[in-house]
């Protein structure tokens, strides 16, 4: 459970407040992913970078602000953010896209966030 | 667009027992894979076994096999001998071969009883 870390595992926020989200894989992949869990609901994709190249962005808000400095680190900027927002983020990685046997995503344990 | 549907949110099975979860999905491409992830509470999210839509042999993992319905859209997970720490949720995914955009079903929360 420790090829995919994510800190702070915890983080209460008002909606004034910036603050950041840190993934980073151990395991050598190309491919890492932001995905928001919320009760009840299927995960949704947020981005996708390969190669440190942003490839999806699946119509997320503008307060919402990855960066990808290489392929072990992704980051999730949060400002201005709503109470809507509070769920279990998510980071994944993969070796690559949906190629033969590299497509397998391996998760983090997740952000829960908060917002007031 | 691909759609994954899990159609039970909750179940539970007495220990040792055996228990199917199902899952059925939509799509009109021929090449994907398919995934079962499971979430135990306040743990992180771990593949449980995966199937290559090209494959017809049902893949198997220790007490997890799948029933892999092509023609029908259909992806279910069986556990036998189920054990308490088999309780979790267990997600449904869907990949399209060359792609990153991973789809997940809304989850089945499975409880197995003492």
């Known amino acids: 459970e420790t090829g995919v870390t994510q800190t702070p595992r915890h983080l209460v926020m008002g909606m004034t407040n910036k603050k950041s989200l840190k993934c980073e894989q151990h395991?050598?992949?190309?491919?890492m992913y932001w995905y928001k869990q919320s009760a009840k609901k299927p995960l949704e994709l947020m981005f996708v970078?390969?190669?440190?190249?942003?490839?999806e962005n699946n119509s997320v808000p503008s307060r919402f602000s990855p960066e990808c400095p290489n392929s072990s680190h992704l980051f999730l900027h949060l400002h201005t953010l709503q109470p809507e927002d509070s769920a279990l983020y998510l980071c994944?990685?993969?070796?690559?896209?949906?190629?033969?046997?590299?497509?397998?995503?391996?998760f983090g344990p997740g952000t829960r966030l908060l917002v007031l | 667009a691909q759609t994954v549907t899990q159609s039970q949110p909750e179940m539970s099975v007495q220990e040792a027992e055996t228990v199917t979860l199902s899952c059925t999905y939509d799509?009109?491409?021929?090449?994907?894979?398919l995934f079962w992830y499971k979430q135990p509470p306040s743990r992180q999210m771990i593949l449980v076994i995966r199937?290559?839509?090209?494959?017809?042999q049902n893949a198997t993992e220790n007490r997890f096999s799948v029933n892999f319905q092509k023609a029908a859209k259909s992806f279910s997970l069986k556990i036998s001998d189920s054990q308490l720490g088999d309780t979790a949720m267990y997600f449904c995914?869907?990949?399209?071969?060359?792609?990153?955009?991973?789809?997940f079903g809304a989850g089945t929360r499975l409880t197995v009883k003492p």
């Open positions: 395991l050598g992949h190309n491919a």
């Open positions: 970078y390969n190669f440190k190249e942003q490839t």
């Open positions: 799509t009109s491409e021929s090449n994907y894979y």
């Open positions: 995914a869907f990949i399209l071969y060359n792609n990153n955009d991973m789809r």
């Open positions: 199937q290559e839509a090209y494959k017809q």
């Open positions: 994944a990685s993969s070796q690559d896209r949906g190629l033969a046997g590299q497509e397998t995503q391996y």
